[in-house]
């Protein structure tokens, strides 16, 4: 199996910063595309930003310029620095990566258990 290890949520103020990581660990053979999706009370879970093994980066449009993503193949780490935050950043975000857990080459999609961003005065 594979786990999905998320740190570095919490409290902020408007404009403030704070960097999530996630850490997965298990059966990998190698890992494809990680990326961070968010959910917000009352709202669909929606992509942030998502990074493949090559580097090619996406952004939501709510984020460009304030996140940034970026990984650390070598650890099987993705990192979200998040600068310039507002108050609508506030939910819970979950990290998400595409394994391939052996040389079959079949791709699984697994999920960190959330971590909480809230951004208030």
């Known amino acids: 199996q594979v786990q999905l290890v998320e740190s570095g949520g919490g409290l902020v103020q408007p404009g403030g910063s704070l960097r999530l990581s996630c850490a997965a660990s298990?059966?990998?053979?190698?890992?494809?595309?990680m990326g961070w999706y968010r959910q917000a009370p009352g709202k669909q879970r929606e992509l942030v930003a998502s990074i493949n093994s090559g580097g090619r980066i996406d952004y939501a449009d709510s984020v460009k310029g304030r996140l940034t993503i970026s990984r650390d193949n070598a650890k099987n780490t993705v990192y979200l620095q998040m600068d310039s935050l507002k108050p609508e950043d506030t939910a819970v975000y979950y990290c998400?990566?595409?394994?391939?857990?052996?040389?079959?080459?079949?791709?699984?999609?697994?999920w960190g258990q959330g971590t909480q961003v809230t951004v208030s005065s």
């Open positions: 298990g059966s990998i053979f190698r890992v494809n595309a």
């Open positions: 998400n990566a595409r394994v391939v857990r052996n040389l079959l080459g079949t791709e699984y999609t697994y």
